[in-house]
């Protein structure tokens, strides 16, 4: 039973534009929120967190979203920049859903032409 | 500061036989945690270890196994190899409070023939 879900596996931005991935969660126990970044063959890299008490948190070109009644979170990349070609994961975390571990979704590969 | 290391990156072992991965966390940080990544089941917990304790393990058989040294290195350790173990195995390393960031390793690639 997958408890974080990342229903698009791939998607294709233009450069300059936004990309926006999403995620989806079921365990209402989560309460922490991450996104990291992974190229092949490397480990991930973390990018952007957001707690439960927040809507919303920003950092430089990223921005996360979150929806706590809709169980559903988003990354916003603006603009896009071919660098940022990675597959991304959502991965979440509580204090009552497993204690310190991470579960994360199947991860979206986003793919930015120039 | 240095990042989380891991050793080795690449390993082939054969079928039956046992393998231990190395990690050091970032300095500073007590926690670690293992996962591995195939391509059907992405990303999954094994276990995390906290001033050598074992604070929570995820759903792996007992054949995978770890441990935390005083210094915060951690290994794990899998006996009886199958070819199904072959993953890429990754260590992240945190402060330890929960609900705080993991910096992962680059991983190691064990391929089991």
């Known amino acids: 039973d997958q408890q974080v879900k990342q229903n698009s596996p791939s998607l294709s931005v233009q450069e300059g534009r936004i990309s926006i991935l999403n995620c989806d969660y079921t365990n209402s126990m989560f309460d922490y929120f991450l996104w990291y970044k992974k190229y092949p063959a490397e480990g991930p890299t973390f990018l952007i967190s957001?707690?439960?008490?927040?809507d919303k948190n920003e950092d430089g070109r990223f921005t996360v979203f979150l929806n706590k009644s809709a169980k559903h979170l988003s990354l916003h990349i603006v603009p896009s920049q071919p660098g940022d070609s990675a597959v991304y994961f959502c991965?979440?975390?509580?204090?009552?859903?497993?204690?310190?571990?991470?579960?994360f979704g199947k991860g979206t590969k986003l793919s930015v032409i120039p | 500061k240095a990042g989380v290391t891991q050793t080795p990156r690449y390993l082939i072992k054969t079928r039956g036989q046992q393998v231990t991965l190395s990690c050091s966390p970032i300095s500073g940080h007590r926690s670690v945690s293992w996962y591995q990544q195939t391509p059907g089941q992405g990303l999954q917990f094994l276990f995390e270890?906290?001033?050598?304790?074992?604070?929570n393990k995820g759903n792996f058989p007992g054949r995978f196994s770890g441990r935390q040294f005083s210094n915060s290195r951690s290994e794990m350790n899998v006996s009886t190899l199958e070819l199904g173990d072959s993953a890429l195995y990754l260590c992240?390393?945190?402060?330890?409070?929960?609900?705080?960031?993991?910096?992962f390793g680059q991983g190691t690639r064990l391929t089991v023939v």
């Open positions: 957001i707690s439960s008490i927040k």
């Open positions: 991965a979440a975390t509580g204090s009552g859903a497993g204690s310190y571990q991470l579960t």
């Open positions: 270890y906290f001033s050598e304790t074992q604070r």
């Open positions: 992240a390393s945190s402060g330890g409070g929960i609900n705080t960031e993991a910096f």
